[in-house]
T-cell receptor, first 114, second 113 residues
């Protein structure tokens, strides 16, 4: 199994509070991704990183920011959480951006915003 | 427009029977990759099978095979000899160029004893 951990695994927070989710990998893969999973929507890309300090937006980036100061860590921040951000968040990694390389997923973080 | 379409929200299959999960995709690229992932009730995402756009043969991995019809832009997953442990959500996904995976909405498969 790819060495990907996410923390916390579960979190309940109140509307308006900041929240940071952490993804940590031990595979030294260059590419890291944050997705959210909601019923009826599958997985949707929030942000991704193609190297240290190199990030780009995905399909549903509004209300989220990311940072990657080290190869192994990719942080997702909700500056002011809203109920619409209640979701399961998955981190993924990939050795390459080539079409033949799969993405390996972390165990997910279940976030509830009340 | 959706890049990946999975038209079957839910499916049932009898144990030991084969089942086909549908996936159609939309791209104007000549070079792309198609992936299937399984998500059991425990929540983890498990990579199952990959098909490249230039691959001439359909991909197979154990009981999983991919029925790739390029002209029809379809990449259906075939599971042979279904087992109770195959009950899960299944996601079709695509990579174009150097972009991240784009996922369909998934199909929930239930295997009945």
């Amino acid at each position: 199994d790819a060495g990907i951990t996410q923390s916390p695994r579960h979190k309940v927070t109140e509307t308006g509070t900041p929240v940071t989710l952490r993804c940590h990998q031990t595979e030294n893969h260059r590419y890291m991704y944050w997705y959210r999973q909601d019923p009826g929507h599958g997985l949707r890309l929030i942000h991704y990183s193609y190297g240290v300090k190199d990030t780009d937006k995905g399909e549903v980036s509004d209300g989220y920011s990311v940072s990657r100061s080290k190869t192994e860590d990719f942080l997702l921040t909700l500056e002011s959480a809203t109920s619409s951000q209640t979701s399961v968040y998955f981190c993924a990694i990939s050795e390459s951006s080539h079409i033949s390389y799969e993405q390996y997923f972390g165990p997910g973080t279940r976030l509830t915003v009340t | 427009a959706q890049k990946i379409t999975q038209t079957q929200p839910g499916m049932f299959v009898q144990e030991k029977e084969a089942v086909t999960l549908d996936c159609t995709y939309d791209t104007s690229d000549q070079s792309y990759g198609l992936f299937w992932y399984k998500q059991p009730s425990s929540g983890e995402m498990i990579f199952l099978i990959y098909q490249g756009s230039y691959d001439e043969q359909n991909a197979t991995e154990g009981r999983y095979s991919l029925n790739f019809q390029k002209a029809r832009k379809s990449a259906n997953l075939v599971i042979s000899a279904s087992q109770l442990g195959d009950s899960a959500m299944y996601f079709c996904a695509m990579r174009e160029g150097n972009t991240p995976l784009v996922f369909g909405k998934g199909t929930r498969l239930s295997v009945i004893a």
